[in-house]
């Protein structure tokens, strides 16, 4: 990418090997998510922290819990300290939520989202939006690829382009793509920042997420401090 003019749009729909060339780059934020993630679910307020300083955020899918089957598992009531804790983040940024009684598997809503960020990129935002919504606020089955497409249809125009790449298995394979770029630089687990090659794990409190972004833009590794931050909450 030396000396050649790249545009934010071009950076935000960049295919993975595109990508790996800027993860170095300060202002430039690989982002892996999953649509299923209660952590990314409230993450994107991260995300948007970063965006608001200026920063440049790619967002990467990658399926959390492969191991879920196609016709997703049955959850049921959530109870538990983590849960208290997600509801009452998810409370105070104004974000709804409603536990869905069934998980399904994220994989063809991921990688319907990766077809929009490639090809429709001013899109991908609303589009990205309105998947989480769908699972954490509507109680809709993203699993369902009828489901998915209606509500991308809300957003994009030309479904049916995209409902040939899930068909022919282009989108899954840009999804798979995108999962072993993750995991050549160290992906484990949603959501994962990437800043300047060093990585940011999981949802933290705001003032520590800007802390752990400070001290990745100057070069040096944050995971001890967040090791230190995730121990003391």
Request: include cysteine.
């Amino acid at each position: 990418m030396t000396g050649t003019s790249v545009s934010v749009g071009d950076i935000r729909s960049a295919a993975p090997a595109r990508l790996i060339e800027m993860a170095g780059i300060n202002s430039i934020v690989l982002h892996w998510y999953d649509l299923t993630c209660p952590f990314c679910y409230l993450g994107q307020a991260r995300t948007k922290l970063l965006q608001d300083r200026g920063m440049t955020v790619v967002e990467l899918p990658f399926q959390a819990h492969p191991d879920i089957p196609k016709e997703g598992v049955h959850i049921g009531e959530r109870i538990g300290l983590m849960y208290e804790r997600i509801e009452s983040e998810a409370r105070t940024l104004g974000m709804p939520l409603h536990w869905p009684p069934r998980l399904p598997n994220s994989r063809l809503a991921l990688s319907a989202a990766e077809w929009v960020r490639r090809n429709k990129i001013s899109s991908f935002a609303s589009v990205q939006k309105r998947l989480f919504r769908a699972h954490f606020a509507d109680g809709l089955d993203i699993g369902d690829p009828d489901i998915v497409l209606q509500c991308i249809s809300e957003v994009v125009d030309d479904v049916d382009r995209l409902d040939q790449s899930l068909l022919s298995g282009e989108a899954a394979a840009w999804l798979t793509e995108s999962e072993r770029m993750g995991h050549q630089i160290g992906v484990t687990a949603t959501p994962t920042w990437i800043i300047a090659r060093r990585a940011i794990r999981g949802f933290v409190a705001q003032d520590d997420f800007e802390a752990l972004v400070r001290i990745a833009k100057g070069g040096k590794d944050p995971s001890s401090l967040q090791g230190e931050v995730n121990n003391a909450r």
